[in-house]
T-cell receptor, first 115, second 116 residues
Framework: AQSVTQLDSQVPVFEEAPVELRCNYS??????LFWYVQYPNQGLQLLLK??????LVKGINGFEAEFNKSQTSFHLRKPSVHISDTAEYFC?????????????FGAGTRLAVHP | EAQVTQNPRYLITVTGKKLTVTCSQN?????MSWYRQDPGLGLRQIYY???????DKGDVPEGYKVSRKEKRNFPLILESPSPNQTSLYFC???????????????FGPGTRLTVL
């Protein structure tokens, strides 16, 4: 079985400051990793994904994430946030095997960017 | 425009009154699924479908039904809604059910359901 833990339920930050949203996962098999963003009153949008290769993955809107296999982490970072980054962020994993495209989500981290 | 659409976006109903939430995608995706989102729990999968006439239970299927008669549509049916089904529901689709290049799922805008 797989599980995803997002270590912070809320992260307040000032505009133009850097931010890191933490995600750890547990799995007995290899997984693909994802970050999704949910803006207020909207659906989920894919930010970035790690499938294989370089452990540093760049996504949309200036976000990046680093896969650390030994620590089973996939933390999301942005060097300088904007007010428009205020949203809820979800980390998710999908096992390589299992035969179907099931995503296991973390509980979410609410990022609040203040002026 | 490639998209997943859901209707209605908002629904308030009463206990026991059957309802259907529709989901449609225009990307010719094989795989579709339904999730519910609850505070502090993230998204949990209700049902999924790997192709037409192929559906199976996710993690929280109790109280829900689905059907997949056409590739583009995947309605969620609540035959006798109860207050514990008050939640935000998302439909999602992806090109296939597996394979590295097709694992990214596309989500609809969500349906906020309140059962009184």
């Amino acid at each position: 079985a797989q599980s995803v833990t997002q270590l912070d339920s809320q992260v307040p930050v000032f505009e133009e400051a850097p931010v890191e949203l933490r995600c750890n996962y547990s799995s007995s098999v290899s997984v693909y990793l994802f970050w999704y963003v949910q803006y207020p009153n909207q659906g989920l949008q894919l930010l970035l994904k790690y499938l294989s290769g370089s452990t540093l993955v760049k996504g949309i809107n200036g976000f990046e994430a680093e896969f650390n296999k030994s620590q089973t982490s996939f933390h999301l970072r942005k060097p300088s946030v904007h007010i428009s980054d205020t949203a809820e962020y979800f980390c998710a994993v999908k096992p390589f095997s299992g035969g179907y495209n099931k995503l296991i989500f973390g509980a979410g981290t609410r990022l609040a960017v203040h002026p | 425009e490639a998209q997943v659409t859901q209707n209605p976006r908002y629904l308030i109903t009463v206990t026991g009154k059957k309802l259907t939430v529709t989901c449609s995608q225009n990307m010719n995706h094989e795989y579709m699924s339904w999730y519910r989102q609850d505070p502090g729990l993230g998204l949990r999968q209700i049902y999924y479908s790997m192709n037409v006439e192929v559906t199976d239970k996710g993690d929280v299927p109790e109280g829900y039904k689905v059907s997949r008669k056409e590739k583009r549509n995947f309605p969620l049916i609540l035959e006798s809604p109860s207050p514990n089904q008050t939640s935000l529901y998302f439909c999602a689709s992806s090109l296939t059910s597996g394979g590295r290049a097709q694992v990214a799922q596309y989500f609809g805008p969500g349906t906020r359901l309140t059962v009184l």
